[in-house]
């Protein structure tokens, strides 16, 4: 199993209107309701306060999110895909390369969205409320797609995503079936969100898929960076063009990737089966205490949510508290050249080498 290429771009962004009044607001989510039917994500009893999502404009790669309240700010955020709007024929598996001209085309566009929203002071002299240069970036998502061998088996490398270790303030997400979840990991916390899936699996599931993808090995990862999140990370400043903050990002698609799959992955040894790790920890000649250690958290990890609840029985399990001792640990796992995290049981693979060494190697 190796990748054979990688792609990185950006795959989406948001760009949030903001400020908008109630009425303004209440005069899109109309204009929407005309073009197609609007789905609720959150109201309240008396459906005053609420946030509705509209896919009126998704052929041209938009989507729409407008936020409505009556003691809050309104706003609308626009849900882009720049490939896909700036070229409607390009592939659906093609990243966002921006340039200073791709940008100003993006802003154009964008220019004709508010216009079909009514946003309009007044509609005879097509006098615009905000501005495109006034909108606010709210996210980018940071994307790499892995193209694997034929031999690869993404569902297992998924797998082991759902076990790894999950930063602090993550949570796991599930999908709405196990079928899908077997096909896409999602992280998040309140400002990033961190997905590993299936792409060719998940333009199937559209039927979006075009037919010289049916049979490709494609894992995407990607890290979703709400704007609070993509300032401090790049280095931003808050009145930085759209550009500007787009390239940066751009840029720092495997740096960003990197730190986040370090931190799943704190171990880069090879993903062996269960009864194969646990064999050569014990014919090794690592100390009792060791191997005692790491035969326990090879377990709890095979056996609990993963990586990181199982660090966290062990350390109560052992009473440890440092830092380094967890690092020996992980020094063993290499030298041995095995990982906590564990292929399923009943998994056609022996073997998966460590997807940071993998991606390392393509790049």
């Known amino acids: 199993m ?15 209107a903001l400020r908008l009044t109630y009425s303004q607001c209440q005069k899109c989510m109309d204009t929407l309701a005309d073009l197609a039917p609007l789905k609720v994500l959150r109201r309240d009893p008396y459906n ?7 896919n009126a404009l998704g052929s041209s790669g938009i989507r729409l999110i407008p936020w409505q309240s009556h003691d809050c700010s309104n706003g609308i955020g626009i849900i882009i895909n720049p490939n896909t709007l700036l070229d409607c024929s390009c592939s659906p598996i ?27 002071d ?7 409320i905000v501005q495109p240069e006034e909108l606010s970036l709210s996210q980018m998502d940071l994307t790499m797609n892995l193209w694997f061998s034929k ?9 082991l995503f759902s076990k790894g270790n999950l930063p602090r303030s993550f949570d796991r997400k599930s999908c709405s079936t196990p ?4 096909h896409c990991f999602i992280a998040s916390s309140h400002t990033v969100t961190f997905k590993a899936y299936d792409k060719v699996y998940d333009l199937k599931r559209y039927g979006r898929c075009p037919p010289e993808l049916e049979h490709k090995k494609i894992l995407r990862i990607e890290v979703s960076l709400k704007r609070k999140s993509f300032l401090k990370k790049l280095e931003l400043d808050r009145d930085d063009d759209l550009y500007t903050m787009l390239s940066t990002g751009y840029e720092a698609v495997w740096p960003v990737l990197e730190n986040y799959l370090e931190r799943l992955f704190p171990c880069s040894g090879t993903h062996r089966t269960y009864q194969e790790t646990i064999r050569r920890i014990d014919s090794s000649n690592l100390p009792d205490t060791k191997k005692e250690r790491m035969t326990y958290l090879v377990a709890k990890t095979s ?33 041995l050249d095995i990982n906590p995290i564990t292929l399923c049981n009943n998994s056609d693979l022996s073997e998966i080498p460590s997807i940071r060494k993998m991606i390392k190697k393509s790049i």
């Open 179 to 182: 079928e899908e979840t077997s």
């Open 151 to 159: 031999d690869a088996d993404l569902v297992e490398i998924i797998r």
């Open 2 to 16: 190796k990748i054979k290429k990688v792609d990185a771009g950006i795959h989406t962004l948001e760009l949030y």
């Open 94 to 120: 093609q990243l966002f390369d921006p340039s200073c001209k791709s940008c100003d085309r993006l802003l154009e566009q964008v220019e004709e969205v508010l216009h079909t929203l009514k946003l309009e």
């Open 48 to 54: 005053i306060d609420r946030t509705l999502l509209s």
């Open 303 to 335: 056996a609990g949510a993963g990586l990181d609840t199982a660090l966290k029985k062990m350390k109560k399990e052992f009473s440890l508290s440092d830092y380094r001792t967890i690092d020996a640990l992980y020094d063993a796992f290499e030298k």
């Open 122 to 128: 007044d509609p005879f002299y097509r006098n615009l």
